[in-house]
């Protein structure tokens, strides 16, 4: 069974430009999020899915610098991106991690890829997720969706409307019919705590989060940032007035 991360990732972004090159403890947004994602014991392969736009190569350089699997497909179809690099990579499992996200923790990510192996043995579940099947209660940013190559298959050749192709997985949670769902919760809900990088506020609350654990821990975890929280709860006030996008349908 191949597993692969595939993470999505472009310059463009409307709030923050050029944020996933953006540093922090001298490495790129993204490189943080491929070396904390390389310490996972079930990933084979880790895919950078970027586009096919100009200002994109400097995501291909280094890829290429970092010796990191990448893709270049369309930017709106950010689904037929994932179908076209889970193909290419001949993907059994697909992870699905953003860009945006430089905390991401390798630990949940195991415990959560050994649940769904476990069930697709038993149950060939199709998708499991920690926020679109259950109720949030991971920080934003946490975010991690596991899906089959079959579902996704089935999710490009279906899937029709704008929303569900620009944000890949719509179609498969909204869908329970056509697909075996699975969810994912923390035993406490840390939902309220905003931990992605969005906006240069974001970006200012994560560097603040780095430069306290990063020399201590360079792959500290969720119950590292969280006890930071706990003791420095104004750090917090930097970024609690930045809404989350909703889903456009």
């Given at each position: 069974?191949?597993?692969?991360?595939?993470?999505q990732?472009r310059?463009?972004?409307?709030?923050l430009?050029?944020?996933?090159?953006?540093?922090?403890?001298?490495?790129?947004?993204?490189?943080?999020?491929?070396?904390?994602?390389?310490?996972?014991?079930?990933?084979?392969?880790?895919?950078?899915?970027?586009?096919?736009?100009?200002?994109?190569?400097?995501?291909?350089?280094?890829?290429?610098?970092?010796?990191?699997?990448?893709?270049?497909?369309?930017?709106?179809?950010?689904?037929?991106?994932?179908?076209?690099?889970?193909?290419?990579?001949?993907?059994?499992?697909v992870?699905?991690?953003?860009?945006?996200?430089?905390?991401?923790?390798?630990?949940?990510?195991?415990?959560?890829?050994?649940?769904?192996i476990?069930?697709?043995?038993?149950?060939?579940?199709?998708?499991?997720?920690?926020?679109?099947?259950?109720?949030?209660t991971f920080?934003?940013?946490?975010?991690?969706?596991?899906?089959?190559?079959?579902?996704?298959?089935?999710?490009?050749?279906?899937?029709?409307?704008?929303?569900?192709?620009?944000?890949?997985?719509?179609?498969?949670?909204?869908?329970?019919?056509?697909?075996?769902?699975?969810?994912?919760a923390?035993?406490?809900?840390?939902?309220?705590?905003?931990?992605?990088?969005?906006?240069?506020?974001?970006?200012?609350?994560?560097?603040?989060?780095?430069?306290?654990?990063?020399?201590?821990?360079?792959?500290?975890?969720?119950?590292?940032?969280?006890?930071?929280?706990?003791?420095?709860?104004?750090?917090?006030?930097?970024?609690?007035?930045?809404?989350?996008?909703?889903?456009?349908?």
């Amino acid at each position: 069974m191949k597993i692969d991360v595939i993470i999505q990732a472009r310059m463009g972004s409307t709030r923050l430009p050029n944020k996933v090159l953006m540093k922090f403890e001298e490495k790129t947004i993204l490189e943080h999020v491929i070396n904390r994602l390389k310490l996972s014991g079930y990933i084979n392969d880790i895919i950078i899915a970027t586009t096919l736009n100009e200002e994109d190569e400097k995501i291909v350089k280094l890829a290429e610098k970092i010796h990191v699997n990448y893709f270049r497909g369309s930017e709106e179809d950010v689904l037929g991106r994932y179908y076209y690099a889970a193909k290419q990579f001949q993907s059994e499992i697909v992870v699905r991690i953003t860009s945006d996200c430089p905390l991401v923790d390798y630990e949940i990510l195991d415990k959560m890829l050994i649940i769904f192996i476990e069930r697709y043995t038993e149950s060939n579940i199709d998708f499991l997720s920690n926020t679109d099947v259950v109720e949030s209660t991971f920080p934003r940013g946490f975010d991690i969706e596991i899906f089959t190559f079959k579902a996704l298959e089935k999710t490009y050749f279906e899937a029709n409307k704008q929303y569900q192709r620009e944000h890949v997985t719509p179609y498969i949670y909204q869908n329970p019919d056509k697909f075996k769902l699975c969810g994912y919760a923390n035993d406490v809900n840390y939902s309220n705590y905003r931990l992605t990088v969005d906006t240069i506020e974001d970006f200012n609350l994560i560097k603040f989060i780095y430069n306290k654990c990063y020399n201590e821990n360079k792959y500290f975890n969720l119950n590292a940032v969280l006890e930071l929280l706990k003791s420095h709860p104004e750090i917090t006030d930097i970024n609690k007035n930045i809404k989350q996008k909703q889903l456009q349908k």
